[in-house]
């Protein structure tokens, strides 16, 4: 069986809402992970997903943030925020802003994050970003060996990174070491991640530069191709030998009113 899985930051779901129903439609996906929604739960537009099918979580917030998975048969053992899963001491106040939630698709553990920008190198968003990576990687040890939560190896990490991870992520790599987004520290960050035993979908097809999945609103950056790529799929060892397919799907970039992201899918042949 094949699934389909995946990614988009929407900058607001209700302003980007007929770009998702439509290319769901035309890309009936099994599971959607949105980012950045920009929507307190009960203004979310429910009824016009829920009409194509799909079964909605989701964790937002008014006017920032915001997290929701999409899919075509409800998900197990669901989890929002880090708290839930850390505790309240380890989580501080980072659940202040909605950016985690996780599920159990088809026997996969489904992690939907929105990383923090950064802003800029050494401000104090900048080491935010870097605390909450600290969090991260302390809920993704625990999902992966709790003898509490449901058993399920298999675990899909999405969402938008806000980290181009290599240069080739970048359409100009030049002064990046002082960029946000791809500086020193914040790579090692995402690295430390993928040390708990995750690989990128996106790069066991792809290995040249050019593909990327977030373009500014200035400087006509999508039309010239001045992009990064920043919206990932991380697999452990298992659904990486069963993945058979990411792609970057453009096409909504390109439309009237887009979101600066694009979406991202990874396409898995499992065994159910």
């Excluded at 197990?76 to 159990?104: H, M, W, Y």
Aim: overall charge negative; proline content about 5%; aromatic content about 10%.
């Amino acid at each position: 069986m094949t699934l389909k899985i995946a990614t988009w930051n929407v900058n607001s779901i209700r302003t980007r809402l007929s770009h998702v129903t439509t290319w769901l439609q035309e890309n009936p996906v099994d599971v959607l992970c949105l980012q950045e929604t920009k929507v307190i739960d009960q203004d979310f537009p429910r009824s016009s997903l829920e009409d194509l099918g799909y079964h909605l979580e989701i964790f937002g917030q008014k006017s920032y943030n915001g997290v929701a998975i999409l899919s075509r048969t409800p998900l197990q053992s669901v989890s929002l925020g880090f708290a839930p899963i850390v505790g309240a001491t380890l989580a501080e106040d980072f659940d202040d802003q909605k950016r985690v939630i996780t599920g159990i698709y088809a026997g996969i553990r489904i992690v939907n994050l929105y990383v923090p920008n950064g802003s800029a190198m050494g401000s104090e968003k900048y080491e935010y970003k870097l605390r909450w990576f600290k969090v991260l990687y302390e809920y993704l040890k625990i999902l992966q060996h709790s003898p509490v939560l449901p058993a399920s190896p298999s675990i899909l990490i999405c969402g938008d990174f806000n980290i181009a991870l290599e240069d080739i992520d970048i359409h100009d790599p030049t002064g990046r070491e002082k960029q946000v987004m791809a500086t020193d520290a914040e790579r090692l960050a995402l690295r430390s991640i993928l040390d708990l035993g995750f690989q990128d979908a996106f790069r066991k097809f792809t290995l040249e530069g050019g593909h990327f999945s977030w373009w500014d609103y200035r400087a006509a950056a999508f039309r010239r191709n001045l992009g990064w790529r920043i919206d990932h799929h991380y697999l452990t060892p298992d659904l990486y030998e069963q993945a058979i397919a990411c792609t970057i799907d453009k096409a909504p970039r390109s439309l009237e009113q887009p979101s600066d992201h694009t979406p991202v899918i990874v396409e898995l042949e499992v065994k159910l």
